[in-house]
C-alpha cells in the first residue's frame, strides 16, 4: 500500500539479525541501530527499533497484554455505574411545635434560596426542646426547611407564617 507524506514508514528486516528492524522516514535516526536516510522523522508512531536483545524479559506482548485485560465496554460501565448510596431520595419528616408568650424558635436560617429555609445553627428554643424529646427527627444544621402549615416554595412566605402563626408545621429535609 503506497501513501504520500510525512507519516509514510515501513519496516524492512535487517539481512543479518531478522529480529531487527529499519525504518523508512523522512528524518535522522535517533541511534546507530537502525540506520535511517537522513532526515528521517522519528516522531511518527511506531517510528522505532528494536531488536530481540534490547527486549526486557518481562515484557509482555501486546496480544497477551489485551487478554489480561477486561473488554472496553466492561470498563466503561465500571466507570459510569453511579455508587447505590449516592442514589438515595432525600429524608423528609414533620416537627410540630406551639409557640408560647416569650418563646423563641431558636433556630437560625439563612433566606438566600429565597424558596426554602437553610438551617445554619440551633440555639435555646422550641427546635433545641424538640431534639431532645424526637432524637430520631432532630433538625440538624444543613437541614432545610422545605414547607410551614403547609405554606411551600417562599422563604419570605414561610417566614410570615412562623411570625404570625402559634402552631407550626414544619417539614423538614436532609440530604
Avoid: Y
Wanted: glycine share 6%.
Amino acid at each position: 500500500r503506497r501513501s504520500s507524506g510525512p507519516s509514510l514508514w515501513r519496516l524492512q528486516p535487517r539481512s543479518l539479525n531478522s529480529a531487527s528492524c529499519r525504518a523508512i522516514l523522512p528524518r535522522d535516526p535517533p541511534s546507530k541501530l537502525c540506520p535511517l536516510p537522513s532526515g528521517a522523522n522519528f516522531e511518527a508512531m511506531g517510528a522505532a527499533c528494536c531488536s530481540g536483545s534490547d527486549v526486557p524479559a518481562n515484557q509482555k506482548d501486546a496480544v497477551e497484554a489485551a487478554k489480561s485485560r477486561p473488554p472496553m465496554e466492561d470498563v466503561v460501565q465500571a466507570k459510569s455505574a453511579p455508587k447505590e448510596d449516592s442514589k438515595k431520595p432525600p429524608m423528609q419528616w414533620v416537627i410540630k411545635l406551639e409557640k408560647k408568650e416569650g418563646s423563641k424558635l431558636g433556630v437560625d436560617v439563612d433566606l438566600s434560596s429565597d424558596v426554602n429555609l437553610a438551617v445554619e445553627e440551633i440555639n435555646a428554643g422550641l427546635v433545641a426542646d424538640w431534639n431532645k424529646e424526637h432524637p430520631d427527627k432532630q433538625v440538624k444544621p444543613g437541614d432545610v426547611i422545605v414547607a410551614v402549615n403547609g405554606k411551600q416554595g417562599s422563604a419570605s412566605d414561610m417566614v410570615e407564617v412562623i411570625k404570625s402563626d402559634t402552631k407550626l408545621e414544619m417539614l423538614v429535609q436532609r440530604g
